[in-house]
C-alpha cells in the first residue's frame, strides 16, 4: 500500500490550486455560492405569471403606450378609418379616447383595438 502526504498551508492563505485534501468545506460554500446565484434566477425565470405579464403591458402601455392599430367600422362592417402608432387608449362605456399626431380621437360604436 502506498501513502500519499497531504500538502499542508497555513490558515490563512488559500490552499495551492489542485489541492486534494479535505474538500468538504470549499464543497460547501461553493454549493452556498450556487444555490445564492441560482435562486434569483429561477424565481425571475419561472416567477413571470400571466398576471405579470399582463401588469407589465399595463404598466408599458401607460409610460410609453403600445404600438397599435386602431380600427373603426360602419353598422354594416365596412371600415371607416384605421389608425397605427403608439397610444395610449383608454376604452370607457363604449367610448375610445387615444391621441394621434397631437389631437385627441374620441371614437364610439364598431372598434376594434389591435396589439401589434
Given amino acids: 500500500m502506498v501513502s500519499q502526504t497531504v500538502p499542508t ?3 490563512d492563505e488559500s490552499p495551492p490550486r489542485g489541492y486534494s485534501g479535505d474538500t468538504a468545506e470549499w464543497v460547501m460554500k461553493f454549493a452556498d455560492w450556487i444555490l445564492i446565484c441560482t435562486i ?3 424565481l425571475a425565470v419561472s416567477g413571470c405569471t400571466e398576471k405579470q405579464r399582463q401588469e ?3 404598466w408599458k402601455s401607460d409610460l410609453i403606450g403600445l404600438k397599435r392599430r386602431i380600427s373603426l367600422y360602419s353598422a354594416d362592417g365596412t371600415p371607416i378609418k ?3 402608432g403608439r397610444y395610449k387608449v383608454e376604452i370607457k362605456d363604449g367610448v375610445a379616447r387615444f391621441i394621434h399626431d397631437g389631437k385627441t380621437i ?3 360604436g364598431t372598434f376594434i383595438v389591435e396589439e401589434m
Avoid: D, G, K, T
Wanted: no cysteine; net charge negative.
Fill in 40 to 42: 434569483p434566477v429561477l
Fill in 82 to 84: 384605421s389608425w397605427e
Fill in 9 to 11: 498551508y497555513r490558515e
Fill in 56 to 58: 407589465y403591458s399595463h
Fill in 106 to 108: 374620441v371614437i364610439s
